[in-house]
């Protein structure tokens, strides 16, 4: 999955970004404060997607 397309989907769920660290993102979902890094490649495995949704607990994307 594209990088971007995850960072879309993330923003689309509610979720904002807290910081930029040196080779990650922190994401955070407002709704329940669960928080999880986003690595910064521009390809990222579709099971390490699904991993961040979970993390989150939000819905995965399709």
Do not use: Y
């Amino acid at each position: 999955m594209k990088r971007r397309d995850l960072i879309r989907h993330l923003s689309a769920q509610g979720c904002r970004l807290v910081r930029e660290g040196g080779e990650h993102s922190i994401w955070e979902n407002p709704a329940n404060h669960r928080r999880t890094s986003v690595p910064r490649h521009r390809e990222i495995p579709n099971f390490t997607a699904m991993q961040i949704c979970k993390q989150l607990e939000i819905a995965t994307p399709s």
